[in-house]
């Protein structure tokens, strides 16, 4: 089955390594440990694992380490979004050679206020010149950050001429009643929020999961809220949703990574890619005070034993 499988995914972070440059192995790993934890996939090298700071050739060397280390298919979806989309090509035949047919792709997002015309032909480009119908492309819709949106006409017109390749988005806006009108847009298409403190409203109205950053921290709980039912599940959201709330008060990818310094006790954890910088000593001591309050029922701060 070349088709992401439903449910949820955490927008996974990117280790470095000793000499500063992205790690693939531990990676590799991190995601492994999440979807023990209980979630149904990962989505490396979005903006969480600060994709589009790592080098193209990390980019397109990844994949065959998930090969090599077992993962499925249907449980990565593979970041692949690039300005020139000659290097989106390249990324996204990365993942489909070594067996992973799942992307998400970003739209071309230096220049701005470009029409649909030009980000049909960008997605055009892409899924020719991959060429394998296979390939199944999750499209990104992330106004804030790219300034490029993804339109509900975009997606028909998409749709009409590849069909089941565009086979669903991730929308990071915020806006959950646009989320539905990406839902309403086109049958059986899977669309992913970004923020799971909308996990079970989203999953009775349509949605397929979420995919998320912060679900690097919370799997177990997240998997939790989804296995209950009644009240429970009820209270459980609210947890998952107050964790939500915690964490995105800070720099995502720096604050998850120190949250993992913390429950390793595996402070190789801590860089960031530049220009992202780390927490700074005031950010740090407050996000470990907002997560101790929510503990023990969160579970976010339990250490774990760092990989070996």
């Known amino acids: 089955m070349a088709r992401a499988k439903k449910g949820v995914y955490a927008a996974s972070l990117t280790p470095a390594g000793a000499d500063g440059e992205p790690d693939a192995k531990k990676l590799a790993e991190f995601c492994r440990w999440n979807i023990d934890q209980g979630l149904d996939g990962v989505a490396p090298l979005g903006t969480t694992g600060e ?59 230096y220049f701005k206020n470009v029409p649909d015309e030009g980000l049909f032909a960008y997605y055009a480009r892409l899924i020719e010149r991959v060429g394998n119908d296979r390939l ?9 950050m790219s300034m490029t949106p ?62 998320s950053a912060t679900t690097n921290a919370s799997a177990a709980l997240a998997r939790a809220t989804l296995s209950t039912s009644g009240g429970e599940a009820g209270e459980l959201q609210d947890m998952l949703t107050a964790v939500r709330v915690a964490i995105s008060k800070y720099p995502l990818s720096a604050a998850l990574k120190q949250i993992e310094a913390w429950r390793t006790g595996d402070d190789s954890w801590l860089p960031v890619f530049p220009p992202q910088i780390q927490l700074t000593g005031e950010q740090k001591q407050q996000l470990r005070n907002d997560l101790e309050a929510l503990e023990p029922g969160s579970g976010i701060l339990s250490r774990r034993r760092a990989a070996a």
């Open 150 to 211: 993804i339109s509900v006409s975009l997606i028909k017109r998409l749709r009409q001429e590849f069909g089941p390749v565009i086979a669903g988005l991730k929308d990071s806006s915020g806006d959950f009643a646009g989320t539905l009108e990406f839902v309403a847009a086109a049958d059986d298409f899977d669309v992913f929020p970004s923020n799971e403190g909308v996990l079970l409203e989203g999953l009775e109205k349509g949605c397929a999961g979420v995919i």
């Open 51 to 109: 994709g589009n700071s790592l080098p193209l050739a990390f980019r397109t060397a990844l994949p065959e380490i998930f090969a090599e280390a077992g993962f499925k298919s249907s449980e990565v979806i593979f970041g692949t979004g690039s300005c020139a989309a000659g290097d989106a090509v390249a990324a996204t035949r990365a993942a489909v050679d070594a067996g992973f047919f799942n992307a998400l792709v970003l739209p071309p997002f």
């Open 136 to 144: 199944r492309v999750y499209l990104y819709h992330f106004p804030q």
